[in-house]
Nanobody, 117 residues
Framework: QVQLVESGGGLAQPGGSLKLSCAASGFAFMSYAMSWTRRVPGKGIEWVSGIYGDGSETYYADSVKGRFTVSRDNAKDTLYLQIYNLKPEDTALYYC??????????WGQGTQVTVSS
């Protein structure tokens, strides 16, 4: 059965960094594009980033471009999101999604990121 398990969230200060991970199982990970989305308090769910199955291309929302880096290790069936220069507006529940963004067909349970001084 498909499982996506996020980890790496937590409390961080503005300007800090975090690296989120998503361990995938139950499907051919390298055959799927993967995405990160986030649920921002009071704003709903927004797409953050996506990556092709082979990692050859990556995409980012304008709000995170230059600060977020998505990557994957297909040998480990793991998706990553490196976040630099955290801002309070990055506070959200971050989801790993199989497929492209909000149209993905399988979502993890999420990992909470809170940015506060």
């Amino acid at each position: 059965q498909v499982q996506l398990v996020e980890s790496g969230g937590g409390l961080a200060q503005p300007g800090g960094s975090l690296k989120l991970s998503c361990a995938a199982s139950g499907f051919a990970f390298m055959s799927y594009a993967m995405s990160w989305t986030r649920r921002v308090p009071g704003k709903g769910i927004e797409w953050v980033s996506g990556i092709y199955g082979d990692g050859s291309e990556t995409y980012y929302a304008d709000s995170v471009k230059g600060r977020f880096t998505v990557s994957r290790d297909n040998a480990k069936d793991t998706l990553y999101l490196q976040i630099y220069n955290l801002k309070p507006e990055d506070t959200a529940l971050y989801y790993c999604v199989r497929g492209w963004g909000l149209d993905g067909d399988w979502w993890g349970q999420g990992t909470q990121v809170t940015v506060s001084s």
